[in-house]
């Protein structure tokens, strides 16, 4: 039996391809194509996340699209990573789910190998580093881009990430949001982003740039409330995380409903 230092490395993607070439082989074929895939792949957008007092909060709409086609409307795009941090992901729906999933095992794989868990710090660095091995994908028009997001317990404040195509990483310190709708989306952050905002108030800018983004973007998608389908907001605080209730959230964007309404 294989023991942690047997490994002689704490990188999870390393070691799977250095024993277990085959469970890495869509990955590779992936990394190996040229121009002769099937264009008919689902595409996500759009996230955001947002600091306010207490912790951060990080959301997407619910969306993908397949050419300019729905090509689903309950797509998951915030994923817990451990219990103080969490990423978002905008893009080619296969990637983006194989990086979001791969992440949360490096993370939780580091942990058992080190007994100890990785920093906010040392997460985010790592996390550039699977955009980056994402490169050749990006030059075939695959793009996976993240935001990573948490409670950073020894600053005792939530902290935003985001990358770039080449993994670079930079961090805001207020908000941010990607996708085709992170353009109207930030726009609308930037007007109602106060300093130390209550989670509320964090909240109520949350679903009004969802709200936009979803007015002026034709793939993000807003709430549905026929289907009963609302945005995934995902709040983090010192105490872990947690997702907001869709009934919480059908509650947020009905206020902003009749707010709109009244002018």
């Not at 095992?105 to 190998?113: D, P």
């Not at 040392?122 to 075939?140: D, E, H």
Request: aromatic share 10%; glycine share 8%; net charge negative.
């Amino acid at each position: 039996m294989l023991k942690p230092h047997d490994y002689a490395t704490t990188d999870f993607l390393q070691i799977l391809r250095s024993r277990c070439p085959e469970q890495v082989a869509n990955w590779n074929q992936l990394n190996g194509l040229q121009q002769d895939y099937s264009r008919n792949f689902l595409e996500g957008t759009t996230v955001l996340a947002l600091v306010y007092n207490d912790g951060v909060i990080i959301a997407g709409d619910r969306q993908a699209t397949e050419g300019y086609q729905v090509g689903e409307r309950r797509i998951q795009k915030v994923f817990k990573i451990d219990r103080h941090t969490a990423i978002a992901v905008a893009g080619v729906a296969g990637p983006c789910f194989e990086t979001a999933k791969l992440f949360q095992v490096q993370v939780e794989f580091y942990e058992k190998m080190e007994g100890t868990p990785l920093s906010l710090e040392g997460q985010a660095n790592y996390l550039a580093s699977l955009v980056r091995a994402n490169l050749s994908l990006v030059m075939q028009g695959l793009v996976v881009l993240p935001i990573f997001a948490g409670f950073d317990l020894k600053q005792q404040k939530g902290r935003i990430f985001k990358y770039d195509v080449l993994g670079g990483r930079y961090e805001e310190d207020a908000y941010y949001s990607i996708g085709s709708g992170g353009k109207d989306a930030r726009s609308t952050l930037k007007k109602l982003f106060q300093p130390n905002m209550t989670q509320h108030a964090a909240l109520k800018a949350i679903v009004e740039a969802l709200w936009d983004a979803a007015d002026e973007d034709i793939a993000t998608g807003g709430p549905d409330l026929i289907r009963k389908i609302f945005p995934t907001l995902t709040v983090i605080t010192k105490d872990g995380i947690s997702d907001i209730p869709d009934a919480t959230v059908a509650e947020l964007f009905q206020e902003l409903v009749t707010r709109l309404e009244q002018g």
